[in-house]
């Protein structure tokens, strides 16, 4: 059976079409989600994709997380669904609590938009079982509120259980503390990003195809299920 | 109804990037003598006299501000 992994719209979302494409390309199959729906559709997963949903108005991702269908995301995270975020979708998951932390205005307040390296440290969640640990991957980074920050006790958590993700290297583009680029939830199920791995999946139209191995790290999660 | 003010502010601690850059203009534009800028929000809410404190207290901790990064401040300046 194919594992279905949804991908949300919310007013404002940029990337779910690509989100999408990475998720069929990864021999899943991809099922649209709705941000008014409180409806799941019965998918195994679910990615939440990069934009700025509702404008970003009062702090980014500070209302989508009140959407319907993350009520439905919420519940179904916090009994096991792997959840990925990416940028607007990281912020996202930090509002709705399913992340600990907050993604802030860039140090230096420029938009940052490149090709970023990132060092996998952590490959054994369910979006990055596919990495060799402290592989180095290449995937673009595009975001204006992209500085990770959090108490300092939450940051030495992260670090002693090893669930900084992903790590930027060759250089910190926006000022997050310990250089986080990505996290996971405590039991690995949860994953938030700010590079965009849905933008690196065929070296056609991305600077690698890196960024297929967190889709294909859920789809053996859900195989393996 | 009663006019309540919400003010949302960076914690001390927290980098507080748009704060500096407004800081960082003044000298350029001939204002001298500021020593330092903190941006935040203020929110301006009519409120039903119905609505207690403590339901104001829980609309700024977990909706307008968010307490990671952020203190908040509720105010009634006029019933």
């Known amino acids: 059976m194919t594992a279905r992994i949804g991908v949300i719209t919310f007013p404002g979302t940029l990337d779910d079409t690509d989100a999408a494409r990475a998720v069929d390309r990864s ?13 799941l559709k019965g998918v195994d997963a679910v990615v939440v994709p990069g934009g700025f949903s509702y404008g970003d108005y009062l ?14 995301v919420i519940t179904a995270a916090k009994q096991g669904m792997p959840v990925l975020g990416i940028c607007n979708g990281f912020q996202i998951l930090c509002e709705a609590g399913l992340l600990p932390g907050v993604l802030i205005r860039n140090k ?4 940052v938009c490149r090709d970023q390296w990132l060092r996998v440290d952590n490959s054994t969640s369910a979006w990055t079982s596919r990495f060799d640990q402290g592989a180095e991957i290449l995937i673009p980074l595009k975001s204006g509120e992209g500085c990770y920050v959090a108490d300092q006790h939450v940051l030495d958590e992260l670090e002693g259980e090893g669930r900084v993700a992903f790590r930027y290297v060759g250089g910190n583009p ?8 990505g996290i996971t939830s405590a039991n690995g199920r949860v994953v938030g990003l700010m590079p965009h791995p849905e933008h690196a999946i065929d070296a056609l139209t991305g600077p690698s195809d890196d960024g297929l191995g967190l889709f294909l790290s859920a789809l053996d999660t859900l195989v393996a299920a | 109804m009663a006019r309540v003010v919400v003010d ?11 704060g500096q850059a407004v800081a960082n203009a003044l000298p350029r534009l001939g204002f001298a003598g500021i020593g330092s800028v903190r941006q935040g929000k203020h929110f301006e809410l009519e409120v039903d006299d ?16 968010n307490p990671v990064v952020e203190d908040w401040v509720v105010r009634r300046v006029e019933s």
């Open chain 1, 27 to 39: 021999g899943a199959q991809s099922v649209a989600l709705w941000h008014a729906d409180a409806d």
């Open chain 1, 174 to 181: 926006n000022g997050a503390l310990n250089d986080i680029a």
């Open chain 1, 108 to 111: 230096g307040l420029h938009f």
């Open chain 1, 59 to 72: 702090r980014a991702g500070a209302i989508a997380r009140f959407a319907p269908v993350m009520s439905e």
């Open chain 2, 8 to 18: 949302v502010m960076p914690k001390p601690e927290i980098l507080d990037p748009q």
């Open chain 2, 50 to 65: 119905s609505v207690d404190d403590a339901t104001l207290a829980k609309i700024a901790e977990t909706f307008l501000a």
